[in-house]
């Protein structure tokens, strides 16, 4: 996994993937391109609470990854 910073300063987010080449004789990660999902609001059936999806197959977050993103959130 890349570091919270790094991913921000390049626009990546938690999850992305990357591919990796052989550049120069160095290890080179190239964001992979590929479909974007479309994130909406829901209505949480069990809460009723409004929720953000990506979908069933989006990626989850650990409660790791929500803490890194939260972080830097003012």
Do not use: C, Y
């Amino acid at each position: 996994m890349l570091p919270g910073p790094i991913r921000r300063k390049l626009g990546l987010e938690s999850g992305d993937s990357l591919e990796a080449k052989i550049v120069d004789g160095h290890i080179a990660l190239i964001p992979a391109k590929g479909k974007s999902r479309r994130s909406r609001i829901v209505k949480d059936p069990l809460t009723g609470w409004p929720v953000l999806t990506a979908g069933p197959n989006a990626p989850r977050l650990t409660h790791k990854q929500v803490q890194e993103i939260l972080a830097d959130f003012p």
